[in-house]
């Protein structure tokens, strides 16, 4: 498989990837009203059994993080439309295609940074019994909530 298309395979995944999360977490229909936080959020803290000043910093890089996403699945949705274009031509420039996925792998190359330092800030906040659950939510997904905590 050449560079350029397993570039443009790990950029699909990611970009579907972040679109679920984004569903998960930040749809209107999960908040909680008037807690300000979603229900996924409240139960990941809950779990985690942190502290107000913690959640704190937990919601600030989610919520930063959410909108790079939003911005991000907008590229994608913009990417698939010029594709579309440049597909429905009677000829295929494949430059022209080469081109449109750089733009969008280079934003992808953006975000990359900005997951590393939230992921940095939410490390240093939490205490080291806290960063094993929050592995293990990690390792097992979603449905790592549904899961009894270690210590009951």
Same mark, same amino acid.
């Given at each position: 498989?050449?560079?350029?298309?397993?570039?443009?395979?790990?950029?699909?995944?990611?970009?579907?990837?972040?679109?679920?999360?984004?569903?998960?977490?930040?749809?209107?229909?999960?908040?909680?009203?008037?807690?300000?936080?979603?229900?996924?959020?409240?139960?990941?803290?809950?779990?985690?059994?942190?502290?107000?000043?913690?959640?704190?910093?937990?919601?600030?890089?989610?919520?930063?993080?959410? @909108?790079?996403? =939003?911005?991000?699945?907008?590229?994608?949705?913009?990417? /698939?439309? $010029? #594709? *579309?274009? &440049?597909?429905?031509?009677?000829?295929?420039?494949?430059?022209?295609?080469?081109?449109?996925?750089?733009?969008?792998?280079?934003?992808?190359?953006?975000?990359?940074?900005?997951?590393?330092? @939230?992921?940095? =800030?939410?490390?240093?906040?939490?205490?080291?019994?806290? /960063?094993? $659950? #929050? *592995?293990? &939510?990690?390792?097992?997904?979603?449905?790592?909530?549904?899961?009894?905590?270690?210590?009951?």
């Amino acid at each position: 498989m050449s560079p350029f298309v397993s570039g443009v395979l790990g950029a699909v995944t990611f970009l579907l990837l972040a679109g679920l999360v984004r569903r998960v977490l930040w749809r209107r229909r999960f908040h909680r009203p008037g807690s300000g936080r979603s229900f996924f959020l409240h139960r990941v803290f809950r779990r985690l059994g942190t502290r107000p000043e913690q959640e704190q910093v937990v919601m600030t890089e989610a919520d930063a993080l959410a @909108a790079e996403i =939003r911005d991000l699945r907008g590229d994608a949705f913009a990417l /698939r439309e $010029e #594709l *579309a274009e &440049l597909v429905a031509g009677p000829s295929l420039d494949a430059t022209a295609v080469v081109r449109a996925l750089q733009v969008r792998l280079a934003r992808l190359d953006a975000i990359r940074p900005l997951v590393a330092e @939230a992921l940095a =800030r939410v490390h240093s906040v939490l205490e080291p019994p806290q /960063r094993q $659950e #929050l *592995a293990a &939510l990690l390792r097992h997904g979603p449905s790592g909530l549904h899961r009894r905590p270690h210590h009951c």
